[in-house]
């Protein structure tokens, strides 16, 4: 098993441009989510999937759109970047029943000039 | 809205000596509190986590308690080593919409002088 695959690893953007960022799982984990990483405040939730076609908001969704066709992807899509989106991006996924932690992919950096 | 709280942000040890970071949560619906590690350039890793059910978990040098009375949490690890310096983050997990919606703490980075 891959686990969790995020790519690409390191991206720069320039502002008002859009991008997708991929994540794939092929642990069959139900539960997906992403979030963003910034110095000195943690890890926050941006949107999460209980499952392929359900998709709900996290803490900071604004300026950021996602989708679950499938249950192994679950791409995020920046629509606008804007330099306050410059962040590590994760994404993680968890078995069904969602009662254990999350594993992580790799992270993507993502600078906006 | 659902809000874990940790501390410290930064807490500096000698090697052999414990460390302790608290967490506390705002949803009394929570029922799984995972704490992750994750180096510097690195991704979170799981380290140990509790159930509600439960009010203690021991693995080896690390420890976890539960006081869902008071809704807090901490992270014990003793007899600290230089390569347990590393960003730990608290979490819990919001069971009232049984969504697998997972909120962190803020972090507490962990020095172990050697």
């Known amino acids: 098993n891959a686990g969790v695959t995020q790519t690409p690893k390191f991206q720069v953007l320039k502002t008002g441009q859009s991008m997708t960022l991929q994540c794939a799982q092929d642990?069959?984990?139900?539960?997906m989510s992403w979030y963003r990483q910034d110095p000195g405040m943690g890890l926050r939730l941006i949107h999460y999937?209980?499952?392929?076609?359900?998709?709900d908001q996290g803490e900071v969704p604004n300026g950021y759109n996602v989708s679950r066709s499938t249950t192994e992807d679950f791409p995020l899509r920046l629509l606008s970047a804007a330099p306050s989106q410059t962040s590590v991006y994760f994404c993680?996924?968890?078995?069904?029943?969602?009662?254990?932690?999350?594993?992580f992919g790799s992270g993507t950096r993502l600078t906006v000039v | 809205g659902e809000n874990v709280e940790q501390h410290p942000s930064t807490l500096s040890v000698q090697e052999g000596d414990s460390a302790v970071i608290k967490c506390t949560y705002s949803?009394?619906?929570?029922?799984?509190f995972p704490w992750y590690k994750q180096e510097l350039g690195k991704r979170p890793q799981l380290i140990i986590d509790?159930?509600?059910?439960?009010g203690e978990k021991k693995d080896q040098r690390i420890a976890v308690t539960l006081n869902k009375t008071a809704k807090h949490f901490s992270l014990h690890i003793t007899e600290t080593q230089p390569e347990d310096s590393a960003v730990y983050f608290c979490?819990?997990?919001?069971?009232?919409?049984?969504?697998?919606?997972?909120?962190f703490g803020q972090g507490t980075t962990l020095q172990v002088k050697p």
């Open positions: 949803d009394s619906a929570s029922n799984y």
């Open positions: 999937s209980v499952g392929a076609g359900i998709t």
């Open positions: 509790i159930r509600s059910n439960v």
């Open positions: 979490a819990a997990k919001i069971a009232s919409s049984n969504t697998g919606k997972l909120i």
């Open positions: 642990m069959n984990h139900e539960y």
């Open positions: 993680a996924s968890s078995p069904p029943d969602g009662i254990y932690g999350y594993t």
